[in-house]
């Protein structure tokens, strides 16, 4: 974890980094929250990052804390602080403190925190192999296209991914179609050799590595088609894989009691994680 945080316009000893106990964030998960890689000490796709907290904080009516330009400063004057060049930042905006009480306070200030950390080192293994995912019903609401730090539903589910020996659980709504996993977008290959993934509703989260993998996936001839999926499809599916912005690509080879493919990390999984890879260099490599 970071050895200093940002709170509230300081930079703190992260062991004494606090907000108040009647933080909106805390009592009512009213705050929204950003994840940003950072490659050789550059944001990886910071725009498309403030561009969705912008969104988010629009959709929950929370004030904009402080111009793009500022928050860049933050982050980047954080990660520097704690030497990370490879890693990511965590940010946060909550409503404001207020006495506890449903309705949004007026002239609440919002609360702005960010930690850093650097990213743990890939396990290969899990990269040669594949990882396993589990699928769970979606218990989530129904505005999971804001990013907010209302977790529960994802921590349920991550936890009962961990008790399974498995990566990620992948959630399905009542349809019997798969939403996301709990921290990353869910994405198959059919036997058709179609990729597919679901389409940015208010049923998921728009991720970024989502958003510019489908560029990258165009870019280099893949059939994409943008459409929901069933458990069925995906237990049947060629490929199966997961995007977010800290585990870049990360293939899936068992669902649940499925095979995917013959097993192993498919073509499509394994071109796409090196193509993402390479334009995370050209990032890491690029002059200021
Ligand atoms: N879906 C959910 C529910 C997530 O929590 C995340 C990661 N925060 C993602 C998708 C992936 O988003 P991104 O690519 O922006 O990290």
């Known amino acids: 974890m970071s050895r200093f945080s940002y709170v509230n316009g300081r930079f703190v000893r992260h062991g004494i980094a606090s907000v108040h106990i009647e933080d909106r964030g805390y009592q009512f998960a009213d705050g929204v929250y950003e994840v940003i890689a950072l490659a050789g000490g550059r944001f990886v796709d910071l725009d498309l990052h403030l561009t969705r907290l912008d969104r988010s904080l629009g959709e929950l009516r929370i004030a904009r804390p402080m111009s793009d330009r500022a928050l860049t400063m933050v982050l980047s004057n954080l990660a520097k602080r704690n030497g990370i060049r490879d890693g990511s930042v965590y940010l946060q905006v909550t409503r404001g403190v207020a006495p506890r009480d449903f ?70 709504d009542r349809d019997g179609f798969v939403t996301e996993g709990t921290s990353s977008n869910a994405w198959i290959v059919t036997n058709e050799g179609e990729l597919i993934t679901r389409p940015p509703t208010n049923a998921i989260l728009n991720g970024i590595t989502r958003q510019v993998m489908i560029e990258l996936a165009k870019d280099a001839g893949l059939r994409f088609v943008e459409r929901a999926f069933t458990v069925d499809e995906a ?36 071109r796409l994680r090196e193509t993402y890879l390479a334009r995370m260099a050209e990032i890491a490599g690029a002059r200021a």
């Open 235 to 270: 237990h049947a599916a060629r490929e199966a894989f997961v995007t977010s912005s800290t585990s870049f690509v990360m293939p899936i080879t068992q669902l649940d009691d499925a095979t995917i493919g013959n097993g192993k990390p498919g073509s499509f999984s394994v």
């Open 103 to 172: 309705a949004f306070p007026v002239d609440a200030v919002p609360q702005v925190v960010a930690t850093a950390r650097r990213f743990k080192p890939v396990d290969p293994k899990a990269l040669a192999d594949g990882v396993k995912a589990i699928t769970i019903p979606d218990l989530r609401w129904a505005r999971c296209d804001i990013k907010s730090v209302a977790l529960l539903p994802a921590a349920m589910g991550k936890q009962a991914a961990r008790e399974a020996g498995a990566y990620e659980a992948w959630q399905y």
